[in-house]
C-alpha cells in the first residue's frame, strides 16, 4: 500500500519534554514537508526539505527540528521550546518535477501536552 | 510575500443549491492555484488546479488575475461535498517546488 504514514497518530507529552513525530514514504519523491494544521489558520508550513541531507524552514520554524537521513524518512523533533505545541501535525510529499504543488499528505498526528 | 485568503470559515447550503467557495490570493509572480479538500476521516488531497481547467467532482475554479481570485464553484451542492476545503498558492517560477501556501480553509456543510 504506497503512501505516507505517519505515526504515532495520537500522542501526548508532557510539559518541558521533546517528541519525535515520524513521516515515512515509499512513493519514492523527493521532497517532503511537514505543515502544522490549527482551527481558523489553515495549513502553516514548519520545515520542507527537497533532498536527502538538506532542509529549510518553513514559516514557524522556531521550536521545531527536522532531519533528512535518507529518501524515504522525515523526522519532526517537537522541542520543549515550542511554545504552543498542542496542535495537528501533517506530513507531505511531492516529486521534484512536474506536477509542481500536488503534495501527497499523511493522515496525520495530533499531540496534546497536557 | 505570498499570501491566500479564504474568508469564509464556514459556509452552508442545502443540497442542489449553487456553492461558492472564495479564495483571494496576493502574490507579485507567476502562481499556481490549487484546491485541496479533506473529507471527513481522510487525508488531506488535491481537488484540482488552475492550469488543468478541469472539472473534478463537478467543482470547477477559474483564476481570474484581474481580481487574484481562484473562486470554487458547483452548480448543484451534494451531500457527499461536505468538507473542509483549502485553497494553496504555488510559487511557479521560484526553486522552491511543491512548497505551498495556503488559505486558513473553508468548512462546507450541504444539508439534505
Known amino acids: 500500500d504506497g503512501g505516507i504514514t505517519q505515526s504515532p497518530k495520537y500522542l501526548f507529552r508532557k510539559e518541558g519534554q521533546n517528541v519525535t513525530l515520524s513521516c515515512e514514504q515509499n512513493l519514492n519523491h523527493d521532497a517532503m514537508y511537514w505543515y502544522r494544521q490549527d482551527p481558523g489558520q489553515g495549513l502553516r508550513l514548519i520545515y520542507y526539505s527537497q533532498i536527502v541531507n538538506d532542509f529549510q524552514k518553513g514559516d514557524i520554524a522556531e521550536g521545531y527540528s527536522v532531519s533528512r537521513e535518507k529518501k524515504e524518512s522525515f523526522p519532526l523533533t517537537v522541542t520543549s521550546a515550542q511554545k504552543n505545541p498542542t496542535a495537528f501535525y501533517l506530513c507531505a510529499s511531492s516529486k521534484r518535477q512536474g506536477a509542481s504543488g500536488e503534495l501527497f499528505f499523511g493522515e496525520g498526528s495530533r499531540l496534546t501536552v497536557l | 510575500a505570498q499570501r491566500v485568503t479564504q474568508p469564509e470559515k464556514l459556509l452552508s447550503v442545502f443540497k442542489g443549491a449553487p456553492v461558492e467557495l472564495k479564495c483571494n490570493y496576493s502574490?507579485?509572480?507567476?502562481?499556481?492555484l490549487f484546491w485541496y479538500v479533506q473529507y471527513s476521516r481522510q487525508r488531506l488531497q488535491l481537488l484540482l488546479r488552475?492550469?488543468s481547467r478541469e472539472s473534478i467532482k463537478g467543482f470547477t475554479a477559474d483564476l481570474n488575475k484581474g481580481e487574484t481570485s481562484f473562486h470554487l464553484k458547483k452548480p448543484f451542492a451534494q451531500e457527499e461535498d461536505s468538507a473542509m476545503y483549502y485553497c494553496?498558492?504555488?510559487?511557479?517560477?521560484?526553486?522552491?517546488?511543491?512548497?505551498?501556501?495556503f488559505g486558513q480553509g473553508t468548512i462546507l456543510t450541504v444539508h439534505p
Open positions: 502574490y507579485s509572480g507567476s502562481p499556481e
Open positions: 494553496a498558492l504555488h510559487n511557479a517560477g521560484g526553486t522552491s517546488y511543491g512548497k505551498l501556501t
Open positions: 488552475h492550469i
